[in-house]
């Protein structure tokens, strides 16, 4: 996976535009980072209070006050700003992220999303994922395309408890770029060495397959 | 990664205004008022508009020259004292006005800009300010719900910027404009010194410059915004 | 008036307590920041977005962008700290003004204040004053007796739109200081050379003497 | 005039807090957390406690020390992940978790400071967390009401202060800090710097002094404070 993950790293940090406002959800969305260019004009947001997050500090390097919503540490740009909780979201509902890239449990093939509860066994609460997944104007999930049993994460009805309904565009996974569309799951892409039919196998939903050839990452 | 550079000329920021927008414009009195953005928009000529702003300045002064150039409808705001014309185009139904109480149109322009629908508060009932608002009782008492106040452009003046945007405010020169920055589609702000990205301290940051689109320097700081002598 | 005025301002300045946070309401309360001794430990507010008022400064060290509420030129203390309109009247309507010294059209004898609008005559807009109405600890007025055409100010009832309802404790005028108690007027202070009669006659609501001697101003 | 000195020490001040009491506590992981009051709360031994933070740190820093101890009946937060105890008390029922959506925690912590109601907002509809919140149509749209949040003392930390309670913060331990300076009714800030009264840029300060009540110097940042190894 290590290798599938950093593919997938490469892929989803291909689809961040110059210009564009970038939330990076907490788990594998923030390891983006370290794959954008340095010389890409585009801002990151991390919702404990900061837009224009740099490359990852060295543990030497880190700043005891500088981090990111996972606690990881981060370094500054020129131009950085620091604010609080409450500026930081209005930011988000108020529309200003162009993407946001989230991790989830789940994706429903009408684009609802999963990613903060499995009852009974995991709740560590929703933080600031529900704001980021109904308000950005662009949701992405990063995601490996089974669960460690091997269960579809890709389903035609999600069965979690929902973070937001409607809201996934495209989740990038280590099989697949995956498209959310009208008719539901679309397969873009395919990481080097999968083929359709793995893909189609490792979703739980119907899977639509392009006319031309399936691009490669 | 680099943050983009949002200077541009007050002439090509303030075309994009068009009749009919709602315009929120920054300051309190003298402080804080982009006088200059207010003479460029009166160049452009845009009509119809609607204006959100705390008073009307004073004669001479401000957006008294939009009001004299019959640039506005409607004016949403909280006090007129400072402006007899403005009161008398008021009186002769030659301007509409809303008042708003003060900390109740700072709120609605947060709201706006922090993507809430309104806020619920129990100032101005009893009075008639409350007249024509929804009620609710919540939580036992009654109160007013106060909706979200957002604008299509809003003219920001700030003591210093980086040309991402980011923004600091001289003493209460502050006043409205770090919510109304919030609030807008587009947001313009002019700046008495534009720095390179990065020429402000992260931590004294007073308005984030992913809320700006455009930032243009002050050539010259006109007799407008000189200390008013009564 | 002029010096009914000055020593109308010296009464109401002496009841500004240490460690208060005041708020100085446009028109003749503002005047009251050259009647506090410079070793008073108070916080004055201005509702433009800072608290920390100093004495007035000449026309000379006027600063452009520092003033009150009325738009006169003020000068800051040490620990003077600036704020936007939104953080200025979040500590009007949570509680943090101890004090409000406001003017007043009339005032009703249950407490009720009109201090924005003359119907067909003078409507320049509310301003802060419903907020500082409502939500002081402690409201004050400072006003003349009368109005210019010698008519009662202090009435049984207003007739006026109301600023906010039962909220005036006392009233500084140029003949008398007079507390809002929960029968009506009563006459706390006479200014200097006025009498008991006088001011029960400016007064268009009845004022309930004390038993005792009265103070004078 | 001059502006009152607000200095105490951490005891002194913690000394305020009794049991049954809501705190608020400022922090988003270690950045802001207020280490040495917390501790000083432990100390002082108050019990059947409502946090009120964003998170509850990590085993063995700032709040989990109050979770061990006992002292906490009920929790308001955004999000747990980072500390498998507090999970763990929660799913033992040893501990009631409240989970907000986090911006709509720092909007009513907020709203509680600005002497505010409550807000009108759509976060949340359709999930769970929508589930037993007053609901109303405004504007043609369903929103949800989420009530304003206050508490009886917040404990925040602060970069640099004056005596007379004015704030600065340091990069991201600033989060929920100046939010929760305002909403409660006794605050405690701890600083690492603290400043004679007029010792910060009157610009530059985050929160106004009269929003606090008492400020402690720290002598020391323990290890709590440190980057943490991971």
């Known amino acids: 996976m290590s290798n599938a993950r950093e593919r997938l790293l490469a892929r989803a940090a291909r689809d961040v535009q110059p210009g564009m406002v970038v939330n990076l959800g907490i788990g594998l969305p923030t390891k983006i980072v370290d794959h954008l260019s340095e010389d890409l004009c585009v801002c990151l947001h991390t919702e404990n209070g900061m837009i224009g997050i740099g490359p990852s500090p060295s543990p030497e390097q880190a700043d005891r006050n500088l981090i990111d919503a996972g606690g990881a540490y981060v370094s500054t740009v ?8 409450a500026t930081s979201f209005a930011m988000v509902r108020s529309g200003r992220l162009d993407l946001t890239m989230l991790g989830a449990f ?5 684009g609802d999303l999963a990613n903060w509860k499995i009852p009974g066994k995991f709740s560590p609460g929703v933080g600031g994922g529900i704001e980021l997944a109904q308000k950005a104007r662009r949701v992405v999930v990063l995601t490996t395309h089974t669960d460690r049993a091997g269960n579809p994460k890709l389903k035609t009805k999600c069965s979690l408890p929902l973070t937001a309904p409607n809201c996934v565009a495209r989740i990038y996974t280590d099989l697949a770029v995956v498209d959310v569309g009208p008719k539901g799951f679309e397969l873009v892409e395919l990481a080097r060495g999968v083929t359709a039919n793995e893909a189609v196998e490792a979703t739980g939903a119907p899977l639509i397959l392009p006319h031309g050839e399936l691009g490669v990452f | 990664m680099k943050l983009p550079n949002k200077q541009c000329t007050t002439e090509t920021a303030i075309a994009k205004i068009r009749d ?5 414009v920054g300051g309190f009195g003298v402080p804080g008022t982009p006088m200059t953005l ?12 609607t204006l959100v702003k705390n008073d009307a300045n004073e004669p001479g002064l401000g957006i008294d020259h939009l009001l004299r150039s019959g640039q506005v409808r409607r004016l949403i705001t909280t006090h007129l004292g400072l402006n007899a014309y403005a ?24 709201a706006g800009g922090s993507g809430l629908a309104g806020i619920l508060t129990d100032i101005g009932i009893g009075t008639e300010l409350a007249e024509g608002k929804q009620e609710i009782e919540f939580e036992g008492k009654r109160q007013i719900i106060e909706a979200a106040l957002r604008a299509d452009v809003a003219l920001i003046h700030a003591e210093r910027a980086d040309v991402f945007g980011n923004l600091e405010f ?23 010194n534009l720095l390179p990205v990065g020429g402000l301290n992260p931590n004294n940051v007073q308005t984030a410059g992913v809320f700006i689109d455009h930032v243009t320097e002050l050539t010259a700081l006109t007799k407008e915004y000189a200390v008013v002598k009564r």
């Open chain 1, 78 to 85: 020129p131009g950085s700003a620091f604010f609080d909780s």
């Open chain 1, 106 to 110: 789940e994706v429903g093939s009408n």
């Open chain 2, 20 to 24: 009919g927008d709602t315009i929120m």
């Open chain 2, 38 to 49: 207010i003479h460029a928009l009166v160049a452009h000529g845009a009509r119809d508009l």
């Open chain 2, 87 to 110: 009161i008398e185009l008021m009186n002769t139904a030659k301007l509409e006005v809303e008042f708003n109480a003060q900390g109740i149109l700072a709120e609605r322009i947060r």
């Open chain 2, 170 to 192: 001289a003493a209460t020169a502050q006043n409205f404009n770090p919510l109304m920055a919030m609030a807008a589609d587009c947001v313009i702000a002019e700046t008495v």
